[in-house]
């Protein structure tokens, strides 16, 4: 399984973004997506999940009501959008996929893309 992030720019505060996590390869039937940033100097950190279904989400806190993680089966495609953005959320973005069900924990997660920057001024 591959998985493709892509998306990222510059962008000023109170902007928005819209990421893309695209997976090719072997799918799996039942799998959760999640996206993880990590700033400089910073661990790697839970943003936002989404199960299979769609049915189900996770947001950490500091996103809630600013992102809205959805995804297309039919295009293997997960997305995030970011709006709203502040300057704390200037990192990279990384998405991720997991059969370990909606986790936040990122030991769980076992496909890796290879990250999107995200940079937002004030």
């Known amino acids: 399984v591959q998985l493709q992030a892509s998306g990222g720019g510059s962008v000023q505060a109170g902007g928005s973004l819209s990421l893309s996590c695209a997976a090719s390869?072997?799918?799996?039937?039942?799998?959760?997506t999640g996206w993880f940033c990590q700033a400089p100097g910073k661990e790697r950190e839970f943003v936002a999940a989404i199960s299979w279904s769609g049915g189900y989400t996770d947001y950490a806190d500091s996103v809630k009501g600013r992102f809205t993680i959805s995804r297309d089966n039919a295009k293997n495609t997960v997305y995030l959008q970011m709006d709203n953005l502040k300057p704390e959320d200037t990192a990279v973005y990384y998405c991720a996929r997991t059969t370990s069900g909606l986790s936040r924990e990122r030991v769980l997660y076992n496909y890796w893309g290879q990250g999107t920057l995200v940079t937002v001024s004030s």
């Open positions: 390869g072997r799918t799996f039937s039942s799998y959760v």
